[in-house]
């Protein structure tokens, strides 16, 4: 099939493409996400419950195991291992808070040569930067809207 792609309509092009595209295969990829997703919350429930075990209030284990994934997702990546995972588990491991801890130290490790200020410490936020900022406006506005509901 010998084809001028500068000639090309975008109509032909779009059926070339569709063609020769790789047939992704969702109900795989759903299964792997929820598979791994939900490893990572077993996780974190083995490590709640171990230290509820030990005298831990609830709402402090809840705080501890937060921060327990955060770290280990922190961890997994520094030591090329969070990425892997990702690889496999797709959505099944961004999900979680540790997907998050992810996201933040991803851009860090990759910009570091351009040292703390400018490479790392400005570059953190580049992919959580968005998350927190559209997270912090929709609580508020979910916020808000409950306020106004509450007064009727």
Known sequence: MDINLKNIEVKEFSQL??????????????????????GFCVIAQIFKDFIM??????EDASTYTTIFMIFLGAILTTFNVYDNIGKVAGAGSVVPVSGFANSIVSPAMEFRSEGR????????????????????????????????????
């Open 17 to 38: 493409a569709a063609k020769k595209a790789k047939k992704t295969p969702i109900l795989k990829n759903c299964i792997r996400a929820f598979l791994f997703g939900a």
């Open 53 to 58: 075990y030990k005298g831990v209030s609830e």
């Open 117 to 152: 200020i400018l490479g790392s410490g400005a570059q953190m936020f580049v992919v959580a930067g968005p998350v927190i900022v559209y997270g912090t406006v929709a609580s508020v506005v979910c916020g808000a809207v409950y306020w106004i509901l509450k007064m009727v």
